[in-house]
């Protein structure tokens, strides 16, 4: 129970902490075009986080909505890259490759909460949902 707890957790963390980076991602993008993906992703990590969020509540826990250090680290290298190069889709490798970590957290998570259906049924589908935003993402990508 305390492994699917600091699962649940870390993936919280994980999930605030990203959201800020798309949120600055929003305010750094100079390609219009990636716009609409990047509120995309906010809302996706806003959604999944008040799923989440409410999960550890149920199970008597009390999230803390501060994230963690990377959440400065995300913004730091979407400031970074946006004042270089710029954020356009010549950025969306990086972006994949993010995701694809946080994938690998629900992966994790998914083992912690294997006992529990609802849990398990909660994270296959946020999973999947951001696998789908993965695909765009790399469909998205200059050849």
């Known amino acids: 129970m305390q492994d699917e707890i600091e699962g649940l957790k870390k993936l919280h963390t994980t999930l605030i902490d990203t959201c800020r980076g798309y949120e600055e991602a929003l305010k750094d993008g100079q390609d ?15 959604h999944d986080h008040r799923e989440i969020h409410s999960a ?22 979407i400031d970074v890259r946006s004042a270089i190069t710029g954020l356009d889709q010549n950025s969306l490798p990086s972006f994949v490759s993010g ?14 909460c294997s006992a529990d259906p609802e849990i398990s ?5 946020q999973k999947q ?10 469909a998205m990508q200059p050849a």
């Open 121 to 125: 049924q909660l994270l296959l589908r």
């Open 129 to 138: 949902q951001l696998e789908n935003k993965i695909a765009k993402m790399k």
């Open 99 to 112: 995701e694809e970590s946080v994938i690998g957290v629900y992966n994790n998570v998914l083992k912690e």
């Open 56 to 77: 550890l509540v149920r199970k008597g826990e009390t999230p803390d909505e501060n994230g963690s250090f990377m959440s400065i680290v995300h913004k730091t290298v």
């Open 32 to 46: 219009n075009s990636l716009l609409p993906l990047f509120r995309e992703m906010v809302e996706l990590r806003q």
